[in-house]
């Protein structure tokens, strides 16, 4: 793991346990460079034990100021009433800003509430997403880039989760349309379920991106870390699902 991450500038790490151990060994690993930001444990069933983190190399990149968790108002503020969203986020989303080459982004990580159908994920889904719209009115004046990233549980473009994912003006990343997200993925009828994206143009008082994204994909760990365990150990030991990454280029001032 510490393999795949050292490649990157920083990396949200999903499904962190309530026990640091594992966490703290790959920071080891990775040298006095590396630093985390995490969550406190979320509790109840449908937390699972699990926090959200951020891992970072300090050499290229440092945090900004923000740190938070967000939660989501009942009510018409946030556009969604009681009888459509009656509780909090399942995993309370986190976003943190960092500072690279002069140049300020926050991201925002999340697990999406997978549910017992997919329409029950679409209410938490549209409210991210107007959660995310009302902080980048906030950010206006500043300019500063908003990158949404994690496990939101869309099945397929299109559907009704994707529209409500999509339905402030996100859009995805343009270079992950394709790769499988999962190691049990079907070939031909992979699931849209980890996803990078953004707002774009045409959003009022919203900033759009103004990193460059050039590049995207996910890395395959299974050859490498399959060993003689099966599919359903190598879940349980690391993760059942692929590392998804966009690369940007921050402009020159």
């Given amino acids: 793991m510490a393999v795949v991450v050292r490649r990157f500038d920083v990396v949200a790490v999903q499904e962190v346990r309530g026990s640091l151990r594992a966490l703290r060994h790959v920071l080891k690993v990775l040298g006095e460079d590396w630093e985390f930001i995490l969550t406190d444990v979320t509790e109840g069933k449908a937390g699972n034990d699990e926090r959200l983190a951020f891992l970072f190399d300090t050499r290229r990149i440092k945090p900004s100021g923000l740190a938070c968790e967000s939660g989501v108002p009942i009510g018409q503020e946030a556009g969604v009433g009681a009888a459509a969203l009656e509780r909090q986020f399942a995993r309370t989303p986190y976003a943190v ?18 549910g017992k159908k997919a329409a029950e994920r679409v209410p938490e889904l549209k409210a991210i997403a107007q959660w995310l719209a009302r902080r980048a009115e906030q950010e206006f004046g500043w300019d500063h880039n908003l990158i949404a990233l994690g496990d939101f549980n869309i099945d397929r473009v299109g559907d009704p989760l994707f529209e409500a994912f999509t339905s402030t003006g996100l859009t995805p990343a343009p270079h992950l349309p394709g790769p499988a997200r999962t190691i049990f993925d079907t070939p031909g009828a992979e699931p849209f379920y980890d996803q990078i994206a953004w707002l774009t143009k045409g959003q009022k008082r919203r900033p759009v991106l103004n990193l460059e994204a050039v590049a995207g994909g ?25 590392p998804m990454w966009a690369e940007f280029v921050v402009p020159k001032e």
Wanted: aromatic share 12%; hydrophobic share 40%.
């Fill in 97 to 114: 800003s960092f500072l690279a080459a002069g140049q300020t982004f926050t991201l925002f990580t999340l697990h999406v509430d997978d």
């Fill in 218 to 242: 996910q890395v395959d760990v299974v050859d490498s870390l399959q060993g003689d365990r099966t599919l359903t150990d190598l879940s349980w030991h690391i993760s059942d699902h692929f």
